[in-house]
């Protein structure tokens, strides 16, 4: 029922196994009484619809034959091929170039209306967030401190945080040369019990 897109393909995927095989494991564990052969359709079946060619040839290739882009995809076809009730993206485009990105949100988009599959989206990327999310939760030291609509994290936000995180992405529209915004301090020591907001010790405002 729950599906997972790891941050890293290259380390989630098994080096030493074909990537048709490791898509094909997810159906063979969850799906019982289904053949290889079977499954194999299916797989190829996935493959195509996350946008990946050749897949007959694709099924056969390891993971470092493949570029990070189809590695990704590799993945979220792995994520959603037992049609998940929900689906954890962590940080699904970190290591992806601006174009693959947007082609991979695009998708998973796609995906999650075909397929009614909500998702939790783990990010730092404002951009992303603002483009995909319905809700939003702003997480520090391990603790929500905000959270709210789309709209309302980025329009009406409350906590300081929230503030600093918003100033410090660039803005196309902004002609100044100034720098831009950077929290002072360093975040907590987790391994200590917090006994107010974790955000404290650097709030310009507490």
Known sequence: EIGMIFQEPMTALNPLIKV????????LTHQKGISKKEAKSLVLEQLK???LPDVEDLYECYPHQLSGGQRQRV??????INNPALLIADEPTTALDVTIQTQIMDLMRELKEKSNTAIILVTHDLGVVANFADRIQVMYAGQVVERGTAREIFYESKHPYT???LSSVPKVTNESKEELYALKGTPPDLLLPLHE???ASRCEYC
């Open 163 to 165: 503030w600093a995180l």
């Open 75 to 80: 993945m979220i076809a792995m994520a959603f």
């Open 20 to 27: 048709g095989k490791q898509v094909r494991e997810c159906l």
């Open 197 to 199: 907001c974790p955000f």
């Open 49 to 51: 619809s996350v946008g």
